[in-house]
């Protein structure tokens, strides 16, 4: 069973803290660690670039791309979807959308939101998606957490025909069955919290279903010493929590791809991408 590692390049402080603050440069040193990792384990994955990252630092766009990754969508500005209008959605995914295939010359067809900010609060999402251009989705959260997430939408990948009657596929986070329900296992602070053991249990219980998981993390995960940078900055509260857990989440995501077969989405989706393609007139 093929899983996809999927990686959401943006700087914690404008995604985590102010969406009006630039970008830090921590970004650049970051994401170069996780090439770095995925080289040394000869893993492609799939990297959704926030338009902002692309303005920034083009050079290392480039080299995610070059390095054999497919480079796909985070948006421009890191704004939830739950917060725009379909309108201001559209604006943001075209502007990201725009910059990338400017910088990359290539096409880019798949989205990941902010916050997987897709949820029951935005049913036109999906179409202004798939009238965009876009052949895939990866933000649904298939569980009700309390930010985001929808409770009980299925779990594994396939193509869902939207409001409007477009069709496009869906690759929901990862999420496996434990203590009697459904349970976040996709990455980022999921990732930070369980130990490897769990981690790991869930995934060879995606195998033995024979359904692929997202996991999802972000270059920053990878730089254990970032809070320290943004001590009398940031609320010390805030900087526990975001930074409990940043000191071994390397090394978890490092096992996980020796571990497990992973690679980019547009592998794991091929035949779902196919289909869409075929039915689309
Ligand atoms: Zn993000």
């Known amino acids: 069973m093929l899983h996809a590692i999927t990686v959401d390049v943006e700087d914690w402080y404008q995604s985590t803290i102010d969406a009006r603050a630039g970008l830090s440069d921590r970004f650049r040193t970051s994401t170069r660690l996780v090439l770095e990792a ?58 990201a959308k725009g910059l990338l295939e400017d910088l990359l010359g290539a096409p880019v067809c798949g989205f990941r939101a902010p916050s997987f900010s897709i949820d029951e609060r935005t049913p036109w999402a999906l179409d202004a998606l798939a009238e965009t251009g876009h052949r895939y989705d990866s933000s649904i959260f298939p569980i009700k957490m309390a930010r985001y997430g929808i409770g009980g939408y299925p779990p594994e990948p396939r193509v869902v025909t939207t409001a409007r009657g477009r069709r496009i596929v869906e690759a929901p986070i990862a999420c496996f069955d434990c203590l009697g329900g459904r349970r976040p296992v996709g990455g980022g602070g999921y990732f930070r919290l369980w130990p490897y053991a769990v981690i790991r249990r869930a995934f060879r219980q995606m195998d033995r279903d024979g359904r692929p998981g997202v996991i999802y993390f972000h270059p920053y995960e990878y730089d254990a010493a970032e809070m320290a940078v943004y001590r009398g900055k940031v609320p010390l509260a805030m900087r526990l929590h975001q930074g409990l857990g940043r000191r071994g989440f390397a090394r978890k995501v490092n096992r996980l791809m020796t571990d497990f077969q992973v690679g980019p989405l547009r592998d794991v989706l091929a035949d779902l991408l196919r289909q869409v393609d075929q039915q689309t007139p």
């Open 38 to 95: 995925m080289a040394a384990r000869n893993v492609k994955g799939t990297f959704f670039v926030l338009g902002l990252a692309a303005e920034k630092a083009p050079d290392a766009v480039r080299d995610i791309a070059a390095a054999g990754h497919e480079v796909q969508s985070h948006g421009y500005g890191h704004l939830e979807v739950f917060n725009l209008s379909e309108e201001e959605f559209r604006q943001d995914v075209l502007r």
